[in-house]
């Protein structure tokens, strides 16, 4: 009976003192952060637009101030079936926020189904050509969890329309090398000025948009989003510019992205 006790003992503490190879569970100070999946060279753009929920993330800089509210009341009047949750993430250009971590995590952590970038750096002269290696690898991390990339071509400054068509060519290049969608928002622009020079779309520096320039990059954004056709949409109230604005803005959208292939899934 000694023998017994003296070997159940034994056992025991060999037990304790631990012969299984599987790692603790519990994370010390010293624990090495898990490293980010690696990301997966051009694959093809994933297609959301018929799912019942949109998680809308958009990654930019001041040129999106407006544009998740704007978003919000368009999907609430165009698309009343589906559950929509947008989230804005507002800081600097692609480039220098690459490795933030908080913003990788973010995307990681998520169920996100589309992931607009605007950011992108580009010469206004014309005269440098900037790295696109960010964008591209902003697009991979959003392919990378099955969320549908889109690429956001800011509007061209006052005065200066052929600046819609270098950066949009800018961002067909970024798309060309890592498959995304591309929002022809610059392009659209440039047909609305066309037609109604005094329409009040740029602040006052010429640069930035007004709430009714945005509303105009938000239907572009809604058309590429959900590809239901911006110019259907009813006259709200709650957007900024009288009927027939509103209606002119949603044509001219619809019409641009009918012209410029703004998916090719």
């Known amino acids: 009976m000694k023998f017994n006790l003296l070997t159940l003992a034994l056992l025991l503490l060999l037990s304790a003192c631990g012969g299984s190879s599987s790692p603790t569970t519990e994370k010390g100070s010293d624990d ?4 980010p999946p690696v990301l997966s060279a051009n694959l093809a753009i994933p297609n959301n637009r018929d799912l019942g929920e949109y998680q809308l ?18 999907f609430e009047n165009g698309l009343k079936d589906k559950n929509i949750g947008i989230d804005t993430r507002i800081g600097a250009f692609l480039d220098v926020i690459v490795d ?4 990788i995590e973010l995307i990681a952590t998520r169920p996100w189904t589309h992931i607009v970038l605007q950011g992108q750096k580009y010469s206004q002269s014309q005269s440098v050509e900037y790295s696109t290696e960010a964008a591209i690898t902003w697009i991979q991390r959003a392919k990378n969890i099955g969320a549908t990339p ?5 509007h061209p400054q006052r005065g200066n329309p052929q600046e819609a068509d ?10 060309e090398e890592e498959s995304s969608c591309v929002a022809p928002i610059g392009l659209s622009w440039n047909k609305v000025i066309a037609i109604e020079p005094s329409l009040d779309l740029y602040q006052a520096d010429g640069n930035h948009a007004t ?10 954004l809604y058309q590429v ?3 239901q056709n911006a110019d259907m949409l009813p006259y709200i109230e709650e957007l900024p510019g009288a009927e027939s604005t509103q209606a002119l803005l949603g044509q001219m959208a619809s019409q641009t992205i009918a012209e410029k292939a703004d998916c090719k899934f």
């Open 225 to 227: 989003i959900s590809g």
């Open 166 to 175: 270098y950066v949009h060519g800018i961002h067909l290049g970024i798309a």
């Open 100 to 103: 933030n971590e908080s913003l």
């Open 211 to 220: 709430e009714l320039g945005s509303l105009l990059s938000a239907l572009v």
């Open 32 to 35: 090495k952060i898990t490293e």
């Open 57 to 74: 993330l958009i990654i930019g800089n001041s040129h999106v101030q407006y544009t998740q509210e704007l978003l919000t009341i368009i």
């Open 150 to 154: 889109i690429l956001y071509p800011e």
